[in-house]
């Protein structure tokens, strides 16, 4: 059974950096694409805030380069979302996913909320 665990989301402020790590079982993330996405306050839409591929490298959309940086730590089975110099339009509820044989798979997110 896969299950997906993000962590790390708190109220912060404008300008600070946070890190979320999501822990994965019953699936491994280096043998898969991992993405993160966040849903933000009043849309339904999840919208992608990095790729990382196989390789472990990371691809971002250009809402969220330069500030967010994500990685993947093989010998502990998680990945992690490094977001600098957070703004308000950055709240929202961050998940990571992962697909196996066109399967989706998604944690329950962690909440980012970026006060003035």
């Known amino acids: 059974q896969v299950q997906l665990v993000e962590s790390g989301g708190r109220l912060v402020q404008v300008g600070e950096s946070l890190r979320l790590s999501c822990a994965a079982s019953?699936?491994?993330?280096?043998?898969?694409?991992v993405r993160w996405y966040r849903k933000r306050s009043g849309s339904d839409e999840r919208e992608l805030c990095a790729?990382?591929?196989?390789?472990?490298?990371?691809t971002y959309p250009d809402s969220v380069k330069g500030r967010f940086t994500a990685s993947r730590n093989d010998a502990e089975n998680t990945v992690s979302l490094q977001m600098d110099r957070l703004q308000v339009d950055d709240t929202g509820v961050y998940y990571c996913?992962?697909?196996?044989?066109?399967?989706?798979?998604w944690g329950q997110g962690t909440q980012v909320t970026v006060s003035r």
């Open positions: 996913n992962i697909e196996r044989n066109y399967v989706p798979y």
């Open positions: 019953g699936i491994t993330f280096s043998l898969n694409r």
């Open positions: 790729t990382i591929a196989r390789s472990g490298k990371a």
